[in-house]
């Protein structure tokens, strides 16, 4: 209690951006270590550490490389190193990052990734769709999804607790513009007690090993299996994180899911990031007219706690609400909830960036068309 006392005296709050918010998580974090390249929404995420580091306040080696290919290979040999790492990007930068992005899974390097969404062109378009990182699922990444700018910051602290312990790497996304760029007082708590220096071994250079090395088919299948096992098994990490995270901040942000009016809901909306948040004043106006609507926000997609969603949603008619889209199968989410429950109502909304306002979710819903 006393050790919670003193961290709350040391909590400050802040105006910031959300990309700020996440250049700030990652100085509490005790990052020692950021490699980046700018691209639009995510951009300001490297300035804001570059400008911290000139100032002295991070105590960290920034190393301004060529392309987002480099960021990701330079963030995985400072972490083979022992360092702890971050960088930054979205769209067509995550795109170029993809061969690394398996490198840094098969690697198991904790790396720890903002991702501002934003659309895939061409055409060209800087705005917000979940389409770029969602497309990333099968590389192995653990993936969150922030609804707002205090969860951006509560998120990165916890992603590097739980990337730590399952050695994978993670990426926390959050809609490029409507989160990125838009301001919030937040409470930047600092993270002594929460987060230590990172502690491992490192490279030796008195006995040279090789990385990255070829891999005989037994031993590759035996790595894959133990990437997905350690996948799987992050839920369990995940929940434990969370609530080591309440208890040390006295904040409850959730990593798993998180229900909203669902105890007596008949129908269910399920989203996730800026999304779910205007959901959740959708289901207020729904309520108003006398419907029965709750809301599921999904947080974490991968690893996704199909348990807990099954539970959670039992006997409820559900309507998926996407800003993504798989071309030929539909909403990225709503091909993952209906893996879980079978046959649900799918909605896809805001796609490069078109505004997604509570009266939007509502009329699109009443309508019940794949597209608005």
Sequence with gaps: MFEVLEHREKLQTKILTGNEASAYAAMNAKVRFVAGYPITPATSVIETISKLIDEGKMKARFVAVESEHSAMSACVGASYAG?????????????????????????????????ANRAIGPGWNIWSDLSDSLSQRDTGWLQFYCSDIQEIYDTIAMAYRIAEQVMLPV???????????????????????????????????????????????????????????????????IGCIEQEFLEYSNRYTPMLCEGYFLDDAEKVMVSMGAVASEARVAVDLLRDEGEKWGLLKVKSFKPLPKKIIKAMLSGKEVFVIDRSLSPGTGGILHHEMSSILGDVNSAILGLGGVDVTAEAIVGSLKRLRGFT
């Design 83 to 115: 360092l702890r790492t971050f960088t930054a990007t979205s769209s067509h930068g995550l795109a170029y990052m993809h061969e690394m992005l398996h490198f840094a899974v098969n690697a198991r390097t904790p790396v720890v990734m903002a991702v």
């Design 171 to 237: 990426m926390v996304c959050y809609d490029g513009f409507v989160l990125s760029h838009s301001t919030k007082p937040i409470e930047v708590t600092p993270l002594d007690g929460f987060i230590e220096e990172r502690d491992a071994e490192g490279i030796d250079f008195d006995n040279p090993t090789t990385f990255g090395n070829i891999s005989p088919p037994e031993s590759y299948f035996s790595l894959r299996k133990a990437i997905h096992k350690a996948v799987e098994g992050s839920l369990d990490v």
